[in-house]
């Protein structure tokens, strides 16, 4: 046929690989829209409030703690259950009062979430310690669902 060029079997398949890729590529709207919608999961989730938050103490040190340069001591409070965080420069160590196991997710602004278990005696931590603001999804195995409020680390 005059005007169509022919191309050979590799330019072909180079042509179709091309376009199942841009197939499969999710628009950018999208994820935006998924991550939004992904966000409402937790709607039922009684909000913590922060009630107590410590200055960092710099050169503080604990008795069998980790060696760090500064510790912040905060406390979130939401109805059935309390949360004390420790935060220091390499983790964070936290617990739920009352006690009891159950599953934790540090959530940053970017969107990252990082879930950890929560021991039966209400503990857990996480390694490295976040940067820049930061929340915790709690979920306890006694049905308690919690998000406390987000909260900074380092500089303004």
Do not use: K, N
Request: hydrophobic share 45%.
């Amino acid at each position: 046929m005059p005007g169509r060029r022919r191309i050979d079997d590799t330019e072909l398949a180079r042509e179709l690989a091309e376009a199942v890729r841009e197939a499969r590529a999710v628009p950018t709207r999208f994820a935006v829209a998924a991550r939004a919608a992904y966000g409402w999961r937790t709607l039922d989730a009684e909000l913590a409030t922060l009630t107590h938050d410590s200055p960092a103490v710099p050169g503080a040190r604990r008795a069998g703690r980790e060696d760090v340069a500064a510790l912040r001591d905060l406390t979130f409070v939401a109805r059935d259950l309390t949360v004390e965080v420790e935060l220091g420069a390499q983790r964070l160590l936290g617990q739920v009062v009352p006690p009891g196991p159950g599953r934790a997710e540090l959530q940053t602004l970017a969107g990252d979430r990082v879930p950890v278990p929560i021991d039966p005696l209400g503990c857990f931590s996480f390694r490295p310690a976040p940067r820049g603001c930061f929340r915790l999804h709690l979920r306890t195995a006694a049905g308690a669902r919690v998000v406390t409020v987000w909260v900074r680390v380092g500089p303004a």
